[in-house]
């Protein structure tokens, strides 16, 4: 057949079409991806599409056509997810303070980090290794350490310390206190974060040339000046990067909630819901409840909420460079 035939190009070299060229370079190419690409398929991608599936269906752990029906809903997951359910607006209002709170100071603790530590020298990198341990060490044992630190009683670390400054008389309930539940985790995102978020500021600081600086500086620019009008500007593509990283880590938060906040029976989210965001609820629906189909339209929502996050942050970047 033609196609399996040696053709020549305008140059006039030899070139292979159809199996030929296939078996001599992409069989073997192809046969060695096999292997993941059917791991990709069958353990990621399909549980995606099946989750998108069941997202319009009535779907239980257990599923009795008399008294636990299954089935197509429709888009009544969603609408009711939307427009009536009270605890997801909690726990989405949540959410959005914490992603705020999170992300923000979290840069902004990155940043001074990584203004503070670049100077290269043996203290700075001691110091860098510090900052940056909470980020490689487990989270789970974090929380846990945390969450004696914040415990209730006496034993706790911080009710311990307050009560030997003389500060407090008895103890705080720091984890079933509602006002205290938000900046609680908010603090916790950003000790953890920040090391992280440092070593990507550094790496955008070293790469500004320093001929941007001397010539401010002759120029007369203060540090106040060399930051605004050089550094600033010039990690923006970091700051976006980290800024998105940052957004989506904070939507999906969980292990902090479920293992540190004391839950009502039944239930995940802290006393009278004051920790309840958007993935513990979500756990909540889907694993306590056997909710799947309900949980599932639960997941697309935050698919949905983080991807146009991402979408505004990345477009009003490109605005802003544009605008330069």
Request: charged content about 15%; some cysteine.
């Amino acid at each position: 057949m033609q196609s399996n035939r040696r053709l020549k190009n305008s140059d006039g070299v030899s070139r292979k079409t159809g199996f030929r060229r296939f078996s001599d370079g992409g069989f073997s190419t192809y046969s060695m991806l096999a292997p993941f690409v059917g791991l990709f398929l069958i353990w990621s991608a399909y549980p995606v599409f099946k989750s998108l599936q069941m997202s319009f269906q009535r779907y239980n752990a257990i599923c009795n056509k008399d008294q636990y029906p299954c089935g197509s809903v429709g888009l009544k997951n969603y609408s009711t997810l939307i427009m009536s359910d009270a605890r997801f607006h909690k726990a989405l209002f949540h959410s959005a303070l914490y992603v705020v709170g999170a992300v923000i100071l979290s840069m902004a603790a990155s940043l001074a980090l990584a203004i503070a530590l670049q100077e290269d020298n043996r203290q700075n990198r001691i110091l860098r290794v510090i900052f940056f341990l909470p980020s490689v060490t487990s989270s789970v044992a974090i929380t846990l350490v945390w969450g004696w630190v914040f415990g209730g009683t006496t034993i706790g670390m911080a009710n311990a310390v307050l009560q030997r400054l003389g500060i407090i008389s008895h103890p705080i309930e720091w984890l079933a206190t509602p006002v205290l539940a938000i900046p609680i985790l908010i603090f916790l995102s950003v000790w953890g974060g920040a090391g992280f978020g440092m070593i990507l500021f550094l790496a955008g600081l070293n790469a500004i040339p320093s001929s941007y600086y001397e010539a401010a500086v002759i120029d007369g620019a203060g540090p106040r000046e060399r930051f605004k009008y050089i550094t600033f500007p010039l990690l923006r593509p970091v700051m976006v990067y980290v800024g998105i990283t940052g957004t989506i880590g904070a939507f999906q938060i969980f292990e902090t909630i479920y293992l540190i906040f004391p839950s009502s029976v039944g239930s995940i989210g802290g006393f009278k819901d004051e920790a309840l965001m958007i993935v513990p609820y979500l756990y909540d629906a889907g694993f306590k409840h056997f909710r799947l189909g309900y949980a599932s339209a639960v997941a697309w929502v935050l698919f949905a909420i983080i991807f146009v996050i991402s979408l505004i942050n990345l477009r009003l970047t490109k605005s802003l460079e544009d605008l330069r």
